[in-house]
């Protein structure tokens, strides 16, 4: 918000009006003892080029030149400078919501071709136009099943992320929406199947999987949809790592897909704002939450773009309303949408390609260097799991003085897995700094 100075005199006009005659005489209804009476305690006011120096200061206090292992939802990805430079345009900094189409066509457009790149993505018919963040997506996505099937709790993979996992139960406890976890299998890293079918009941109106999941491990999604289908349940799968389907064969299979873009071209940020997003199927578009964009024609018959199905209590009776997500990410999604039309769809695969090789090679020096990789009979995609001696955060402490930022600890949410990490490789780190982790590890 700008500052805007009064004058002297648009002060004095402003306590007249209000029948004061002083400044004093405005806040006498304030007891003394709660006011003010000297100079706050801050520096003196500093010129233009202090506060440059200031500011460059500080900015060479900042940590530069670590190399990120740490991926666990949030992903360490480049982001080309033409992202920044089209998402700074003035064109773009408008009300959030594109009611009226005759003056919103580009932000409209924009959405749009976000949906239609995330259906080409996700393999499915229809997306929205983006929600909050990957966490509140998935549990969009567990109250969008409840609506479709009429049952009424939901079963969550242990191997979804703990803090999307957080975010549902936040949801559930006050939707009255009960739901359940299954575990894993200790040698592959995936959801335990056996378990998941004894879990199923005629009242699970949702299975909830990660693929690739918290580990990194890519789940059997067409054989866990079957699971749920041929018990009446819909398969939701939830993916953090978007890049991921830059070469793994996109969750056709299932119902719903929550999806956060992140690794799109936007900024790990101290943890956001992010852009999530759901897509589905065609047949049950009517119970997506959020907002849609869609594709018309204006009187003289040229396309045009319009929101639709609008799905908040704000445009419709309270009792109808799907959601109650007031807004889309569109700036945080048009940061993806530039991503993912500079890279196009070749573009993708490769990257995709150069952090699953990266991956591999991590894993190889990871064992040379002594560490044990788990579950590596299944597929994976750039983050695996390492098993170490010592504590994994008394690693990552002795790490970070050689400038590595190592991986996520996973005692806090799987004990069961003692001195483990998720490391995460990604096109950033550099052969060079691969092997220099692993050399700490062993040392």
């Known amino acids: 918000m700008r500052y805007l100075p009064k004058s002297q005199s648009d002060r004095d006009a402003m306590l007249r009006e209000l029948g004061c005659a002083t400044i004093d005489d405005l806040f006498a209804p304030i007891p003394a003892e709660y006011r003010l009476t000297r100079d706050l305690a801050i520096p003196r006011q500093y010129g233009e080029s202090e506060i440059l120096d200031f500011f460059k200061q500080r900015a060479a206090e900042n940590a530069n030149g670590y190399s990120v292992f740490i991926g666990a939802g949030a992903y360490n990805h480049y982001r080309p400078v033409v992202i920044d430079s089209l998402v700074s345009r003035g064109e773009w900094f408008t009300a959030y919501t594109p009611y009226q189409p005759e003056i919103s066509q580009g932000t409209l457009q924009a959405i749009f071709e976000f949906q239609s790149m ?26 969008m099943a409840v609506r479709l099937t009429g049952r009424h709790s939901a079963i969550i993979a242990n191997t ?22 299954v575990g894993y299998n200790a040698e592959t890293g995936r959801v335990d199947v056996k378990a998941l079918e004894a879990a199923i009941t005629d009242q699970t109106a949702a299975v909830l999987i990660q693929s690739p999941n918290f580990f ?3 789940e059997d999604v067409a054989h866990l949809a079957d699971i749920a289908h041929k018990k009446g349940a819909l398969l939701i799968v939830s993916i953090a790592e978007a890049l991921s389907l830059g070469i793994i064969k996109p969750p056709s299979e299932a119902d719903i897909v929550s999806m956060e873009s992140q690794s799109f071209g936007v900024p790990v ?16 578009v009517r119970q997506i939450p959020g907002r849609l964009c869609g594709q018309t024609v204006d009187r003289n018959g040229k396309r045009g773009f319009v929101l639709t199905l609008s799905t908040r209590e704000q445009h419709i009776r309270r009792e109808k309303a799907t959601s109650n997500i007031c807004t889309n990410q569109a700036l ?4 993806a949408n530039i991503f993912m039309t500079v890279y196009g769809k070749q573009g993708l695969r490769d990257l995709a390609k150069q952090n699953l090789a990266k991956t591999a090679y991590a894993v190889s020096a990871f064992e040379k260097a002594g560490a044990k990789v788990l579950f590596k009979s299944s597929p ?8 170490t001696a010592r504590d994994s955060r008394e690693l990552n402490d002795q790490l970070i003085d050689q400038q590595i930022i190592g991986g996520f600890p996973l005692k806090k949410f799987y004990p069961e897995l003692g001195n483990s990490a998720v490391w995460c490789v990604t096109e950033l780190n550099t052969k060079a700094a691969i092997d220099a982790a692993a050399k700490g590890v062993a040392e």
Do not use: W
């Open 118 to 143: 995330i259906c080409e993505l996700t393999g499915m018919e229809v997306a929205n136009a983006s929600m909050y963040d990957g966490s509140t997506g998935a549990a969009e996505a567990i109250m």
């Open 160 to 181: 979804v992320h703990p803090e999307y996992r957080e975010v549902i139960a936040t949801y559930a406890q006050h939707q009255g929406l009960p739901f359940s976890h």
């Open 216 to 218: 990194g491990t890519i």
């Open 269 to 284: 940020g101290y943890g956001g704002p992010y852009a999530g997003v759901i897509a589905t199927k065609e047949k049950f």
């Open 332 to 335: 945080v999604a048009l940061m």
């Open 380 to 387: 994976f995609f750039n983050e695996f799991v390492v098993q």
